[in-house]
């Protein structure tokens, strides 16, 4: 698997690629672990439905260490060289995974944000991996083309009550609305197959609509920060929490919680 120059070019200036068939040797272990996830979720799973909206939204990060499967697919496919070289990193160090599953007749849309805020690591050098286990075309992600590269940071809400996540909102911008404001937003989305991913950074505004099919809609997220990573204090706590952490502002991410995926070294 290889990236092109110009992948790397759109992933800088519009802060979101896609790139065909990226983990498509690895479809068959990826839903065994999200299979493994659903039944045995971890401590930060969450069902997005309020009572009596239709289908289901299950989600859940942060299991890598404990769900073989995903293990397999951090350290034994090329996933962490295409993260460097997408980032034009000299190393890829591991974040979190990330599973959102959208069972059929979901109607709840996956709001409109950026990663960055909740996360507790500043830099440059980012990257997540969206990669559907089911072919998708109406329910796959959108990104605002360009949004990395905006001065302040987009406020994050929490996802099922809609509450601001920090106290601190007028540091953040407002959470647009790119299908109804007409502010010129370019919404980049793409049908994708099994395997297919979105690589975008994590300041890249981002959602995806319900899903209305009759089929599953299973994604698979990796997410990675190369070379300038550093950890960076928020006005509450952040998600994932990662709890008893003890880095303190500036540090670089300690590699026992967040190993060095790969190096060009």
Known sequence: MQVSDQQVKIFHADGAVLIKGLLS?????????IERNIFSPGPYAADYLKPGEPGRFFDDYCNWNRIPEFQRVIFESEIGRIAAELMRSRSAQMFHDHVLVKEPGTEKATPWHQDSPYYFVGGSQTVSFWCPMDPVRDATLRCVAGSHLWEKLVLPTRWLSEENFYP??????PVPDPDNESDGYRVLEWKMEPGDAVAFHFRTLHGARGNHTTVRRRAFSLRFVGDDA??????????PPFPG?????????REDWFPIIFTSD
């Open 168 to 173: 601190d909102a007028d540091a953040y911008l």
């Open 230 to 239: 550093h950890y960076v204090e928020r006005s509450g706590r952040t998600s």
């Open 245 to 253: 952490h003890d880095m303190s502002e500036g540090e670089p991410l």
């Open 25 to 33: 040797e690895w479809i068959e272990v990826i839903r065994d672990g």
